[in-house]
């Protein structure tokens, strides 16, 4: 079913005059929506709690089966994700979470009605949803969801960072109860996935994601901005109907967010491997530069640079320059000195490498009168910048050049003098 079809289905609900009968008792209506959505009742001290779980098969999936062989093992994800080496990642210890709230505002009087969460396990993942039909068993649900924590290492999320786990600390907090993910370890997968993708894709939410990396299209889905409402429908109406996309919408946000988490956790490890778009890996190599994972870098940049043909000329610059950049934190100045100079052959004159290669001639070859012809170089590129558009970002480099150009004046001069 489309989602044409499914919002019309919801609107001839929300025009029936008459919904039927109510249910005899609170006992029964509860009875009525378990039934309806195949879902059971958690109940305890006359508070409850409905909680669906259902499976996903990926063991096709050849990624899944790399890392399953290794025992789900995920040993360099913390390469993409931000973390340091001494959180060893081990993707079946790891809770996926995603909520489903009243609204988006955030603060005291926004809630989670719907808790998903997601382990990954020998050839599926395995979701389970707990639902709140009515605000008082809140607690039941925190206290369900704190169990599933303290037998977890840590926490995946797409933007949960942001959204999702302070929204569940504050619950937390108004229910009088210890908030157990503080302590707990957590990783965004949103934060991973703009690493690698956001010079190529034209969004990296989690759907766009599903579509472009994932191979999956979703048909018929509830849109976000929808589910909201449809609870406060379904708490006004009580029509079981009514949630049944909205936990249809949840489960497929916590297989995907498992099935990303299987591919990044690849990447992480050989993403030459694993990324065929040069942008990718351009993406890839320079957070690694950056993160300082520089053998790492080094290593996928002169992957690339093997297929010189397969690379745009702005591309190949770039990556030559980020190769020279990371070899100097390695402390390789030969071949640092050979690839500004291939740089300088090539005609750049980017004031960011006029500025590094000019360094490198004054510190490490002592070469003052040639650093000085770069850093002229540079100056000049500036001035015809500045003449087609002095509102360039580019001209901040001016002064600096300016004062290493002057600098290096004195030095010549001081050797004539010697």
Known sequence: MNLKDRLAR???????????????????WVAQ????????????????????????????????????????????????????????????????IDTETTGLAGGTGTYAFLVGVGTIELDHVRVRQFLLPDFAGEWLMLEELTRMLEASEATISFNGKSFDLPLLRTRFVLNSMVPVLEDMHHIDLLHAAR??????????????????????????DIPGSLIPQLYFEFIRKRQALLLRDVLEHNFHDIVHLARLAVVMSAIAEAPHQHLSEPEDLY????????????????????????????????????????????LKKMGEWEEVGQFFLSLRERGMRHPVFIEEYAKYLEHRRKDYREALLVVGEGLSYLDRVNQLNPASPLMKFKAPLRHRRGRLTQRLANQKGD
């Open 10 to 28: 919801l609107e001839a609900l929300n025009k029936k005059p008459d919904p039927g009968p109510e249910p005899s008792s609170s006992a029964d």
């Open 283 to 326: 993406s890839v190599a320079r957070y690694f530069h950056y993160a300082g994972h520089f053998p790492e870098a080094a290593d996928l940049i002169r992957t690339l640079l093997e297929t010189p043909e397969d690379l745009a000329a702005p591309m190949l610059d770039r990556l030559t320059l980020m190769l020279a950049m990371t």
């Open 33 to 96: 929506l378990a039934a309806e959505l195949q879902i059971s009742v958690l109940e305890r001290d006359k508070s409850f709690v409905l909680v669906k779980e259902n499976t996903y098969p990926i063991y096709r999936d050849p990624l899944f089966a790399e890392r399953r062989d290794l025992g789900f093992d995920a040993p360099c994800l913390y390469r993409l994700t931000g973390d340091g080496p001494q959180h060893p990642h081990n993707l079946s210890r790891m809770l996926f």
């Open 195 to 220: 690493r690698i993708w956001r010079r190529r894709l034209p969004a990296c939410d989690l759907q766009s994601l599903e579509r472009h990396i994932l191979g999956e299209e979703r048909v018929g």
